[in-house]
């Protein structure tokens, strides 16, 4: 019973449709009309079925209704991904109407839904690479600067810690104590958001290099009066034999000793040094890491994150080998 | 030239030299044996100020030089810079040689005469190749340390003590840490050191520089002197002191 009426109702439908066909144009726009209810109701599969069944107009004949019913059956087709049929209502429309804007916009949507995501991000990595090499370049004169500030004042920390004067080695007990016993986060924040309200205001850079270059200080300090010490203590004798004064030996025997013994340790420092430039983002400092996490939190891409991943690799790897290449020459000396 | 007047060196309650006199003449060859820990070492290195000495006193040519003292009536060093001028005058050389290992043996040479001295490179280059010439080292001019046997090392070191041009070389065991047949190219040097009239006082386990070089021999033990003579008192038969008889017995 239920299935004759279905299949009368379906063997009804073509023939409705077909007299719609012989019959007067507002017929296009009658289905028109009862497509766009069915979307209203929610009725999406029938919507459709009657979108598609507008046909295409003779040329000269108004095509107002079908690039309209078209228009929406690529909207449905789109919400549901099914990206083919959709491009290809598009394409229907512009072959009618080459100009239709919300044709050609939605069009440009199916296009880049169906680009592969990883070819996207891809494309990302080269739009946003300029930028990721130009924040590096931020990254690598902190690190540089840095790099010059931290074993010059750390030499005359460590040799204030080995002074007989106890105040000047009590004082740079102290310092070091701090610097390397607090996150230099905190100290990075203390710098830049503290001292403000003790009424001195810096710029982030100067900040920046400040913090590092204290925190740097205090931990090649360390190293550095290690290595002094680690000196035989006959060299001191020795030196002071022929007549040197504790600097003349200091400066022409002790330290030169040490260069070699310094690079490993030191090395490693500086490698940490270039990760650790990523905290002074926290303090308004545009490097690397925050060019990276920008970029990112508007891209949600992914690759971009590798991509400063490597830019951080690049350059610890340059200094691991550049450091290598330093010890063995300092090494010339030694009988091996 | 030098002379020490009741010398006396505490370490905690150790006395390692013991009120101690010795006046050392110009050109005279001084050796010193004795015991393990009998202060040998303690006393060359008061001489050369590389220790405080406690009490005592220490003149150059009659005067006093070196210490004042303070107002609790204490002895302490003068001024580094003083000291290091002292210094400067004498040379010391070292059981375990000591040499500058960045340095190469003609830098090591030079480097006295450039830094303490303030010479030009080119007056020290010309006096440190002729040290080394002299000590037989000229092939070695540019090896450096590491890649020198003991005895070449030990070489160099006399050579660097030289370059100063010092009044007065102190040797502490210059070849005990030398492989036996090394010991002969250190002697020698240092013999011909004593044939050209340096004044010098060696510490030393070899009697051969005992027998061989020396003026006067002095024998310590417990941070005194208890025998002072002429070699050959020392290796005579009428030696009495006992301590003196079993430590020739022990290293002849
Ligand atoms: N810096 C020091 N601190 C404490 N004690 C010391 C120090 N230097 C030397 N001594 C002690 O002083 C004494 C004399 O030492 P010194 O080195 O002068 O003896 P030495 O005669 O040179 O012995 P050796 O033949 O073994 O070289 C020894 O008991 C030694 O342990
Ligand atoms: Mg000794």
Known sequence: MLAGTLSLLLSVLPARSARAETADKPDRYELLAQGTRLVQDGNLDAALALFREIPPPAPGQDAGAFV???????????????????AGMCKDILAKLPDNLEAKNLLAQVQAAQTPEWLRFLKDMKTYLPTLLKASGMTLLLVLITMVISPICGLFIALGRISRLKALSAFFWCFIWMFRGTPLLLQLFFIYYGLPQMGVTLKPFTAAIIGLGLNYSAYLAEIMRGAIESIDAGQMEAAKAIGMTYWQAM???????????LVPPVGNEFIALIKDTALVSTIAMVELMRAADQIFNATFNIFILVQAAIIYLVLTSIFTVSFRKIEDRLGVYENR | ??????????????????????????????????????????????????????????LLDGTEVGYRRDKKGRLVLEKPEIISA???????V????????????????????????????????????????????????????????????????????????PRLMLFDEPTSALDPELVGEVFSTIKNLASEGMTMVIVTHQMGFAREMADRVIFMDNGKFIFEGQPGDLFSSHMENPRVKTFLKKVL
């Open chain 2, 86 to 92: 002292l210094r400067s005058e004498i040379g010391m």
């Open chain 2, 94 to 165: 070292f059981q375990h040689f000591h040499l500058f290992p960045h340095m190469t043996a003609l830098q090591n040479v030079m480097e006295g005469p450039i830094t303490v001295k303030r010479e030009s490179r080119e007056k020290a280059r010309e006096v440190a190749l002729d040290l080394l010439g002299k000590v037989g080292l000229m092939d070695k001019k540019d090896a450096f340390p590491a890649f020198l046997s003991g005895g070449q090392k030990q070489r160099v070191a006399i050579a660097r003590a030289l370059a100063m041009r």
């Open chain 2, 1 to 58: 030239m030098i002379e020490l007047q009741g010398v006396v060196k505490h370490f905690g309650s150790l006395k390692a030299v013991d009120d101690v006199d010795l006046n050392i003449e110009k050109g005279e060859r001084i050796v010193i044996i004795g015991p393990s820990g009998s202060g040998k070492t303690t006393l060359l290195r008061m001489i050369n100020f590389l220790e405080k000495m406690d009490d005592g006193k220490i």
């Open chain 1, 251 to 261: 400066r022409r025997i002790i330290i030169p000793q040490t260069y070699k013994r």
């Open chain 1, 68 to 86: 309209r019913a078209r228009m929406e059956a690529a909207k449905i087709l789109f919400s549901r991904q099914e990206y083919d049929e959709s």
